[in-house]
T-cell receptor, first 107, second 116 residues
């Protein structure tokens, strides 16, 4: 899998938007960009994925840079339940988990 | 998505013994995987469980230590053999339906293993 770089941790206030960045400068033209999150004491949970265009679903939005070398996961209104480790992954058949970004939500 | 269950959810085992972890999916899946998450660490892929053939192991993992079975398209087992305290981890299975070929995986809740 192509390498991704994420900040180790971020904090955000409750009910405010959160922008989680990911750099993937070695991405190939066919690599999908996936985001997963792992809530405390749970298995990872699929959040969203995209290829070139921005994507929205009920959980989040994914903004992909025009050159695809970076992307941003957007939580529009963070709640305490969004506190988790967020992983940005470019899978090729299998997933390779990095260290992710630990998101803390401040009440 | 799918309902993925694992048994047991947790266990405490003695050194030198073996534990078999089960992963059951409520629908047929193309690919199943086993991961390990050591305390405070990220997930590491152990192997791909292949239906009807031997599992494909990642570097650093061997069949003698982590034998895997996949008798059908909805079930797989991972055995942690001859356990030592270093095997204390969370073991997770995941599935890929390959419906859209984007690599999306869905994870089970995990099995928390403590080896004394």
């Amino acid at each position: 899998d192509a390498k991704t770089t994420q900040p180790n941790s971020m904090e955000s206030n409750e009910e405010e938007p959160v922008h989680l960045p990911c750099n993937h400068s070695t991405i190939s033209g066919t690599d999908y960009i996936h985001w997963y999150r792992q809530l405390p004491s749970q298995g990872p949970e699929y959040v969203i994925h995209g290829l070139t265009s921005n994507v929205n679903n009920r959980m989040a939005s994914l903004a992909i840079a025009e050159d695809r070398k970076s992307s941003t996961l957007i939580l529009h209104r963070a709640t305490l339940r969004d506190a988790a480790v967020y992983y940005c992954i470019l899978p090729v058949v299998k997933l390779t988990f990095g260290t992710g970004t630990r998101l803390t939500i401040i009440p | 998505s799918a309902v993925i269950s694992q048994k047991p959810s947790r266990d405490i085992c003695q050194r030198g013994t073996s534990l078999t972890i089960q992963c059951q999916v409520d629908s047929q899946v193309t690919m199943m995987f086993w991961y390990r998450q050591q305390p405070g660490q990220s997930l590491t892929l152990i192997a791909t469980a292949n239906q009807g053939s031997e599992a494909t192991y990642e570097s650093g993992f061997v069949i003698d230590k982590f034998p895997i079975s996949r008798p059908n398209l909805t079930f797989s087992t991972l055995t942690v053999s001859n356990m030592s305290p270093e095997d204390s981890s969370i073991y997770l299975c995941s599935v890929d339906f390959r419906r859209d070929r984007t690599g999306t995986q869905y994870f089970g809740p995990g099995t928390r293993l403590t080896v004394l």
